[in-house]
């Protein structure tokens, strides 16, 4: 199920704002406003849920959705077990009988049968039926539903209905300016400006390239995880390479073509083959 629920007394996740999203989660939050937010990987939009939970002081339950979660998971299912059947709810569930958010990552992953669920939660009802226990459930005040996922990455078959998006309040996510790229960096990693520079060159650098056929360009999380390499002392080319370029592709040739790319914001000149 990969549910979990994180405890709203956490120390509060660090994030650095890019725009006035702060202020339109909060606003949503007043007015139980469901929440879509939509965005390409690894920009931060689970980040700024857990901060956003921290903030508000609320409890929050996470489902990363995946090909074979069904409605069941997210409401729950009875059990069997010592001679008993007992019913077990789920992390939605759950959510709506004790309040906080209840997050649903990459949404579009999960089967179409979960849509139908949210539905009801989604709108002036704000209530969960459960049909297998006959319970109607109404979200209490303290109830938020937030979902994301990725537009870009999806297909004809796995993609959001218009009579879902048009149930949500929506806040779209892109990869920031580089100077707030930079302060994301340092604020996160500790490393020093220089670095943080040079690594957002090379992520704007392989943004911007056309001719190299990538899936996914780079995520500001795959920075972050090349200036932790290179703070305990990994070279920086070795820590891009390892966190970057094999990150984004399988292709000799074009992970040849981004290290081309490393090398020359990095300054490094790679040894000479005889």
Known sequence: MNAIHEPASAAHPYYEPVGDEVTLFEHAWRN?????????????KTRFVAHMAARLDLPLHTVACHDDLTAADLVGRHLIGDGETRWCDGPLTRAVREGGICYLDEVVEARRDTTVVIHPLADDRRMLPIDRTGELLAAPPGFMLVMSYNPGYQNFLKGLK????????????????????????????????MLARQLVSIANSLRRLKDVDLEEVVSTRLLVYAARLTGTGMAPTIACRSAIVDSLTDDPEVAEALAE??????????????
Do not use: M, N, W, Y
């Open 261 to 274: 790319v490393v090398d020359a914001t990095l300054g490094h000149r790679p040894a000479r083959r005889d």
């Open 162 to 193: 218009p009579s879902t998006r048009q149930r949500f309040v929506s806040l779209r996510f892109d990869f920031p300016s580089a100077e707030r790229e930079e302060a994301i960096l340092r604020g996160e990693t500790g490393c020093d400006g």
């Open 32 to 44: 139980r406003l469901p929440l879509l937010i939509k965005g390409p990987t690894g920009v931060g």
